[in-house]
């Protein structure tokens, strides 16, 4: 396997409560490195941008409150296979159906506030990552 990047954000739930470095530890476990990361304040046309793909659907104002609600912690992550990686450690979108030792099933509130976000492949890791990211603020 090859040494990859994905995107990762800890959503608003989880940087209230504190979870952060909880959630970092079990990304870290897993066999990725942070190799950028900053705490942020999403604005409306940040987050709308960002769930453009989802404009239509019928929970995309909800979607985007949520994620203004608090400040939220945007991270490039670096290993191999990051994509699959990173979303195994997260989890099932709905803690509920998470596996034991998940992000998600351990930290998540609800569906909704499901404490964090990952890039679903490679192409999208690369979009996201430039979103937020300079490449100068990427230090592997």
């Known amino acids: 396997m090859a040494v990859t990047r994905t995107f990762?954000?800890?959503k608003p739930d989880a940087t209230r409560r504190n979870l952060t470095g909880g959630?970092?530890?079990l990304l870290e476990e897993a066999g990725l490195r942070v190799v950028a990361s900053k705490r942020i304040q999403l604005s409306q046309e940040q987050a709308e941008g960002f769930y453009a793909v989802h404009k239509e659907r019928p929970f995309?104002?909800?979607l985007v409150s949520f994620m203004i609600s608090g400040p939220v912690v945007v991270q490039v992550l670096e290993g191999e296979d990051a994509v699959k990686t990173n979303r195994d450690v997260m989890g099932a979108t709905n803690p509920a159906d998470a596996a034991e030792?998940?992000?998600r099933k351990t930290?998540?509130?609800s569906i909704e506030a499901n404490s964090v976000h990952g890039s679903d492949s490679e192409e999208n890791a690369a979009i996201e990552i430039a979103y937020f990211f300079k490449p100068e603020e990427i230090v592997g």
């Open 101 to 103: 030792g998940t992000i």
């Open 23 to 25: 959630v970092t530890k």
């Open 60 to 62: 995309f104002n909800d």
């Open 8 to 10: 990762s954000i800890i």
């Open 107 to 109: 930290f998540a509130e």
